[in-house]
């Protein structure tokens, strides 16, 4: 049986149909729309396969138009910007039904030498993964079993994700916890991903768009359980620093400033096991309580 690791390679692994044009499978799942984070991923390997592979990405920007039904194919349309002497930009269009559901832009720059180097020190006071249930030990520590449609995901999910504070399942224990607005998560694929550094960064795209949401809500509901609010990813950004492996464990230290206005912003620093910082990342999020008009409306 495939495991999900090499599901997401495969998920990632697109059509090629035209010179500039890609088709990307959507996964026919029990979900409202498709995930996000496929489609961020997806839309930078066909920006990523446009160009001649010497130049790493090292930003994107992107934007969530409309939500993505599951099981139909996304085209992506790729427009080659530019091809300069340092950089190298494209614009893609994600496409589902005749209708554009998403746009990303996206730059890559091969790293130079002789530039400023400096990094602010990262948070460290946090558990090794391997001391960290994962998400679905803690399900089943708390309910006993895993519910089968929790069961059916998890077995599915290509990374291993693991909260450093246990999970909280009821407002009493958010009220006693007086939460900041801040998450933190190990995380890691679940399986080898190839030596293909576009896929480590396509990978990643994929992953930092599961749990950065999560530092909006901390203060106000818990992270399982019975929800309050509808959340959907209006945009997205990242800045990518250094190499990297998403199947080694990478530290996705969360926050959020602000939420107002039925918006909430997100901001996510992902560094590896020694502390360089690898990526920085930039999310807001639609948020509005269960019951009121859809997030994609």
């Given at each position: 049986m495939?495991n999900p690791?090499?599901r997401l390679?495969?998920?990632l ?5 035209e ?16 995930f996000?984070g496929q ?7 066909a ?23 599951p099981g139909?194919?996304i085209v ?37 030498e ?5 990094q ?28 089968e ?6 077995r599915?999910?290509?990374?291993d ?11 009493g ?25 576009l ?7 994929y992953?930092s ?7 909006v ?11 309050g ?10 800045w ?7 199947d ?26 020694a502390?360089?910082?690898l990526?920085?990342?930039?999310q ?7 019951g ?6």
């Open positions: 495939t690791a090499e390679v495969d998920l692994d697109l059509e090629r149909i010179v500039n044009i890609f088709r990307g499978l959507s996964p026919d799942e029990s979900l409202q729309r498709v996000g489609v961020a991923g997806q839309a930078l390997v920006a990523g396969r446009t160009t001649d592979g010497e130049r790493p990405v090292h930003s994107l920007h992107a934007y969530f138009l409309r939500p993505g039904r139909v194919p992506y349309q790729v427009e080659r910007v530019r091809d300069g002497r340092s950089f190298t930009t494209r614009r893609v269009t994600a496409v589902q039904e005749g209708r554009t559901i998403f746009n990303l832009t996206a730059s890559f720059h091969r790293p130079e002789g530039s400023i180097e400096h602010l020190p990262p948070r460290l006071d946090f558990p090794d993964p391997e001391t960290l249930p994962t998400v679905a030990e803690e399900i089943r520590e708390r309910l006993g079993a895993l519910p449609a929790l069961e059916r995901m998890a599915r999910q290509p990374f994700i693991r909260y450093t504070e246990r999970l909280r399942w009821t407002p224990e958010i009220k006693e916890k007086e939460s900041d607005p801040r998450s933190a998560v190990w995380m890691r694929a679940v399986g080898p991903l190839g030596d293909d550094p896929v480590h960064t396509c990978a990643l795209t992953a768009d599961m749990t950065l949401l999560d530092a809500r901390i203060p106000v509901e818990p992270l399982w359980g019975r929800r609010f509808d959340m959907a990813s209006l945009d997205h950004a990242m990518f620093h250094r190499p990297f492996r998403a080694e464990w990478f530290l996705y230290d969360q926050e959020s400033p602000i939420s107002h206005g039925g918006r909430g912003l997100a901001r996510g620093r992902i560094y590896d096991r502390g360089s910082l990526v920085s990342v930039v807001e999020g639609l948020f509005r309580p269960l009121a008009a859809g997030p994609s409306s």
